[in-house]
């Protein structure tokens, strides 16, 4: 039985933690762990500032803020700045020092998101590197469901930590990461991991001025990420917002200019994991809820149904914290999928 591992952010909040928090709890642990985030992260800090009174959840003090929800809201502000315009009150002048990023003639917004990617490398990077190594080690429900994985298998993350790589290694499974030239090679001959929304250990340099995008044995550090004069670009982990509209795998045109290697690499896990879902027997489905505010993965399951054929069956197995999110996951997956089956098997633990 061919055999299909979706995770999303509660697939590593329930094995590591409060350590790994889903995007809701975002804000507020980055709070607990740095407190003093808004000088360290000033234009990020303008921007939540800037942005309370136009998105839900950014509390008063901000001191609680989701991740997807402020990184969705700064994408917007990018793409409808012809309209509002890229001001931003309250940012540090002159630019504060620490990284020579800010003497790159970036907007504002630009600064921010830039700062946000230090903040998801700073909370899911290295920091969680000794309790994913505990758990690669241990016997959680995550690490149960990939030992029964066969070559030919597949581990689709939507996570940017490295927990499901680290539980491959420590069981010696053979690992092919998606890739466009997955056609020429014989795949099934290992299990495929797909991570649609880029990992925390692919070193991307942008302009890539030829480069590829290094794939690291360990996420890349906060103090990594920065403009390099020499090499005249930014190295950033290459990884895509939680947004509704992904430019990363939309834009060719201008992918194609300044960051094909990176553009090929992310449309790849994408087509790679619709291709497999597309074929599966059984889905196992650890902490992921299929959001429908994300419209890109929407509309690419929808063509994961279509694709299926009529005859062959799906059963879907799903963990969560509880049987009342269960319920609502389930609604979510009968619309997309019909599978035979659509079995709660508790939480992640």
Not at 77 to 105: C, D, W
Not at 202 to 226: A, F, S, Y
Not at 312 to 328: D, P, S, T
Request: with cysteine.
């Amino acid at each position: 039985m061919s055999r299909v591992i979706v995770l999303g952010a509660g697939a590593s909040k329930g094995t590591l933690g409060k350590q790994a928090p889903v995007a809701m709890d975002f804000g507020e642990y980055l709070k607990e762990i740095l407190p003093n985030w808004d000088q360290k992260y000033p234009y990020l800090a303008a921007a939540i500032r800037f942005l309370k009174p136009r998105t839900p959840d950014i509390s008063e003090k901000l001191d609680s803020w989701a991740l997807d929800k402020v990184w969705g809201a700064i994408d917007n502000r990018v793409k409808f700045q012809y309209i509002l315009g890229l001001s931003l009150p309250g940012v540090p002048f002159p630019p504060p020092a620490m990284k020579r990023i800010y003497e790159v003639n970036l907007d504002p917004w630009g600064f921010a998101g830039f700062e946000l990617r230090c903040a998801v490398t700073r909370v899911y990077g290295i920091a969680l590197d000794p309790t994913i190594q505990n758990a690669a080690k241990g016997n959680g429900t995550l690490k149960k469901e990939i030992e029964q994985l066969q070559p030919g298998d597949c581990v689709i993350s939507f996570n940017y930590d490295l927990l499901a790589e680290k539980i491959l290694e420590e069981l010696n499974k053979k690992v092919a990461i998606a890739n466009h030239w997955l056609e020429n090679m014989n795949d099934h001959e290992a299990i495929l991991l797909c991570k649609p929304h880029g990992s925390l250990n692919w070193k991307q340099r942008i302009p890539e001025g030829g480069r590829t995008v290094q794939i690291l044995n360990r996420p890349m550090q906060e103090d990594e990420i920065d403009f390099d004069p020499v090499q005249n670009a930014t190295i950033q982990p290459g990884i895509a917002a939680p947004v509704p509209f992904k430019s990363e795998i939309i834009s060719p045109e201008l992918q194609v200019r300044s960051v094909s290697n990176f553009f090929n690499l992310l449309v790849a896990q994408w087509k790679c994991a619709i291709q497999r879902i597309s074929e599966a027997e059984k889905l196992i489905v650890l902490g992921y809820g299929f959001p429908p505010e994300d419209l890109h993965a929407q509309y690419l399951f929808a063509e994961v149904a279509a694709k299926r054929k009529s005859s062959k069956k799906l059963e879907i197995e799903v963990y969560e914290n509880c049987e009342q999110r269960f319920e609502e996951v389930k609604k979510e997956i009968n619309k997309l999928f019909n599978p035979t089956s659509c079995k709660y098997q508790g939480p992640v633990e």
